[in-house]
C-alpha cells in the first residue's frame, strides 16, 4: 500500500519537543508505512476556537501534500456538552487537534505516542466517517486536564524566574537569623503557630504575584463557556504559583538552616536571650526564618517586571494569549 503521509503541527516549546520524539510513529498493525512530518507552528495562537485551528491544519495539510495531520496543543478542549477532550478530529478533512495538558502531565512521551497512533490510525481508513473524539471522564477528567496545564506551565521554573524576589528573601532570611528579637519569637511559637505562618506567608506571595503581575484571567464574555474557562485558567494560575512559591519556601528553609548551623551556637544565643537553646531550636528558628523571608520576597518580586512573572508562572502558549490579552485590553482603554 502507498506509504501515508503525516503532518504533525505542533505550538511552539513543549509541544514541539513532544512532536519530535514521535518522528519514527509507526502504526501498531504494520499494514502501512507512516512517512511522519514535524511543523513547528502556532496554529493556535490568538484564538481559543477549535474550528480555527482546524482551518490552519488542513490548509498547512493541502500546502504540504499530508493525507493526515495533527495539531498537538496545550490548549484545553472542551465539546458543546461541556465535556473536556483529550482529541477532537474532523474526519473529513483528516485533521485532529491533541490537548496535551488532557493526558495528565506525566508519561508524556508514551502517553501522547498512543493518542497519535489511535488517532492517526482512525484519520488513515479512506471510509472514516465517525466522531474519533475522546472526552475526559466527568470527575477526574478536569483534575486530570489541570495537572497536565501546571505541568506544563513548569512551577519549579518560578525560582529562577524571580531573581529580584529570592535576593530579597535571602537577605531578610540571613539578617532575621542573627537577631535575638527573632530568636525570642522563635522559641516563644508552638508548632501550629509556626503552620499557620507558613501558610499565611505563600498564601500572601502567591496573592501579591497574581495582584503584582495581574495573573487573573477575566471572561472573554458573559458566557457560560468563557466563565469556565476562566476558572480553570485560574485555578491552574494558583496551583502553578503555589506549587512554585512552596519549592522557594524549602530552598530558603534549607539555606537558612545551613546559615544558622554555620553562624549561631545555641549555648552563646541562650545566654544572650537568658533561654534554654539546643540545636533543635535552630530548626524551628529556620522554619520561622523562612515564613519570614519569604514574605520579604514578595515584596521583592515587585521588582521584576510583569513578563518575567508570567514567563515564570505560564507555559509558551499560555504566556502568549496573557499577552495577547493584555494588548487587547490596552488597545480598548485607549480607544
Known amino acids: 500500500m502507498e506509504t501515508l503521509r503525516v503532518g504533525l503541527v505542533a505550538d511552539p516549546a513543549k509541544p514541539t519537543q513532544i512532536a519530535h520524539g514521535h518522528r519514527d510513529l509507526d502504526p501498531s498493525d504494520g499494514r502501512r508505512d507512516w512517512d511522519v512530518h514535524v511543523l513547528s507552528e502556532p496554529f493556535t495562537v490568538a484564538s481559543e476556537d477549535v474550528d480555527t485551528a482546524f482551518a490552519r491544519l488542513t490548509d498547512l495539510a493541502r500546502e504540504h501534500h499530508w493525507d493526515v495531520v495533527v495539531g498537538l496543543t496545550e490548549l484545553p478542549l472542551r465539546d458543546d456538552d461541556g465535556r473536556y477532550l483529550q482529541v477532537e478530529t474532523d474526519p473529513q478533512q483528516r485533521a485532529a487537534v491533541l490537548s496535551l495538558p488532557a493526558l495528565g502531565g506525566v508519561s508524556m512521551h508514551s502517553r501522547s505516542g498512543r493518542a497519535l497512533r489511535d488517532v492517526v490510525s482512525g484519520l488513515a481508513e479512506p471510509d472514516s466517517d465517525s466522531d474519533h473524539r475522546v472526552p475526559l471522564p466527568r470527575r477526574s477528567g478536569r483534575w486530570r486536564l489541570l495537572l497536565g496545564m501546571v505541568l506544563a506551565n513548569r512551577p519549579w521554573l518560578l525560582v529562577p524566574g524571580l531573581k529580584s524576589a529570592l535576593v530579597a528573601a535571602l537577605t531578610t532570611g540571613a539578617i532575621a537569623t542573627i537577631n535575638s528579637t527573632v530568636w525570642l519569637l522563635a522559641g516563644s511559637l508552638s508548632w501550629w503557630?509556626?503552620?499557620?505562618?507558613?501558610?499565611?506567608?505563600?498564601?500572601?506571595?502567591?496573592?501579591?504575584?497574581?495582584?503584582?503581575?495581574?495573573?487573573?484571567?477575566?471572561?472573554?464574555?458573559?458566557?457560560?463557556?468563557?466563565?469556565d474557562r476562566s476558572r480553570l485558567y485560574n485555578t491552574s494560575t494558583l496551583l502553578t504559583l503555589t506549587v512554585g512559591v512552596v519549592i522557594c519556601y524549602v530552598a530558603l528553609y534549607v539555606l537558612n538552616l545551613a546559615w544558622a548551623l554555620f553562624v549561631l551556637d545555641p549555648s552563646v544565643m541562650g545566654g544572650y536571650v537568658r533561654m534554654s537553646f539546643g540545636y533543635g531550636d535552630l530548626f524551628l528558628l529556620s522554619w520561622f526564618v523562612a515564613s519570614a523571608a519569604t514574605v520579604g520576597g514578595a515584596l521583592g518580586s515587585g521588582l521584576e517586571s510583569d513578563e518575567a512573572i508570567r514567563a515564570a508562572a505560564y507555559s509558551k502558549r499560555e504566556e502568549e494569549r496573557r499577552e495577547r490579552l493584555a494588548e487587547d485590553d490596552d488597545s480598548s482603554k485607549g480607544h
Not at 499565611?200 to 471572561?219: A, Y
Request: charged share 30%.
Open 193 to 227: 503557630r509556626l503552620v499557620i505562618a507558613t501558610v499565611i506567608s505563600i498564601s500572601l506571595v502567591v496573592g501579591w504575584l497574581v495582584i503584582d503581575g495581574r495573573l487573573w484571567d477575566r471572561p472573554d464574555d458573559d458566557s457560560a463557556e468563557a466563565r
